[in-house]
Each structure stands twice: as structure tokens, then as C-alpha cells.
């Protein structure tokens, strides 16, 4: 005969059983996804892009915000795209989510002319050293740019020696400077028009790229 703690620990253990074949059933059955999933998930900003995803059995495309495919065997082909819940897809792949490194920034910083950075870049600068605290092992490039229009050797120097001085008023606000990576760079998109409002030329500027 079964003793009582016994019976009461087989079901203990049917339970926990229990339950996980219902998550795996309620993911995989009852929505009626592939093994192997795959999902088209907005950017940040709302943006959607294109994936091509394909094997040598066919292939799909995905274009639309929640968009997903996949197979759940090596000879299936992608399954025609449909459309998996948001909050479904923050519930399959908390795992992953969770262990993903932050997307790159990007912050800009306008410079009057000559070399001084405009009065309001002092928002952008705390904005950079919080982005960089906030990851351990930030990588930060200073990309200083002039237009392709004048001299390109001043361009060059006067956009270099910008980006030199981001990298002096971010090491003056704590950050270790030396492994930053400090580059000049010629827009041949800009002519030097003024920004519409701002009366800053908007090839004079630097961009902060943190990673």
C-alpha cells in the first residue's frame, strides 16, 4: 500500500509535470506554432524592416510588425506568415529578451562655428554619460563631420578637433576617454545650409555612437 507522504509527493510531482506540458501544449498547440519560431519584432522606435527567411524547401518573407514563421521539422518549409500577440511573443522569448545587450545609440551635438559645442549640448552630454554607466562594457565612437564644400584639410582638422572636444567634456564628467574611438568625416551630403530655426550649420556637428 502507498503511504499517505508518498501519494501526496506523486502528486506534488504530477502537477509540476502537469503544468509544464500545459505552457509547452498552450504555446505550441493551442496557437499553433512551430518548434523552431521565428518573429519580425518593430524596433524601438515603431519602425518594421524585412526578413527573408528560407530553407531548401521554400521560402517567406516577413514585413509586417508580429509577423513570424518557421518549422517545426528540417523538412518543412517556412510556414505561410501569420501574426503572433506581442504580449505572447514577451511571454515565448523572456529568456532571450532578458539577456539581450541594449541597441546602439546615437546622440547628436551641434557646434556653433568654430569649435565651441552649442549651449544646449550639456542635455545631450548627460544623456551620453548615462547611455555609457548604464552598460558595462560600453564601446563609444566620436565621429566629428564637415562638408565636403572648402578646404578638406580645415574641414578635416576643424571636425576632428570637434570630436576631440565631445571626448574632453565627456572625460571631464568622469569617463574614462582612452578607449574612445575618435574619427573626422566628411559629409558629401551637407553643403553647410543652416538648420531652420537654429542658425546652426548642420555639417557642424558630432555624433556619439554608443554601443
Keep these: 500500500m502507498i503511504s499517505r507522504r508518498r501519494f501526496l509527493l506523486f502528486l506534488a510531482l504530477f502537477g509540476v509535470v502537469a503544468y509544464l506540458a500545459f505552457a509547452f501544449m498552450r504555446v505550441y498547440v493551442d496557437f499553433g506554432l512551430p518548434r523552431n519560431l521565428i518573429v519580425l519584432v518593430p524596433d524601438p522606435d515603431g519602425r518594421v524592416g524585412e526578413l527573408d527567411v528560407s530553407n531548401q524547401n521554400g521560402a517567406v ?16 518549409a517556412p510556414r505561410a506568415p501569420f501574426t503572433v500577440r506581442e504580449d505572447d511573443v514577451r511571454s515565448i522569448f523572456s529568456a532571450v529578451a532578458a539577456q539581450r545587450p541594449p541597441l546602439p545609440v546615437t546622440v547628436t551635438l551641434n557646434f556653433q562655428p568654430g569649435v565651441n559645442i552649442a549651449q544646449t549640448a550639456g542635455v545631450e552630454l548627460d544623456r551620453i554619460v548615462g547611455e555609457i554607466q548604464a552598460r558595462p562594457n560600453a564601446r563609444v565612437s566620436i565621429f566629428g563631420y564637415a562638408s565636403a564644400t572648402g578646404n578638406a584639410v580645415i574641414n578635416h582638422a576643424a571636425s576632428l578637433f570637434r570630436a576631440r572636444a565631445v571626448g574632453s567634456a565627456l572625460a571631464a564628467r568622469g569617463l574614462d576617454s582612452n578607449d574612445f574611438l575618435i574619427e573626422s568625416l566628411i559629409d558629401t551630403t551637407l553643403s553647410g545650409t543652416v538648420q531652420a530655426g537654429d542658425g546652426i550649420p548642420n555639417n557642424r556637428r558630432v555624433e556619439v555612437v554608443i554601443r
Design 61 to 76: 518573407t516577413l514585413n509586417k510588425p508580429y509577423q513570424a514563421t518557421g518549422a517545426s521539422r528540417s523538412d518543412e
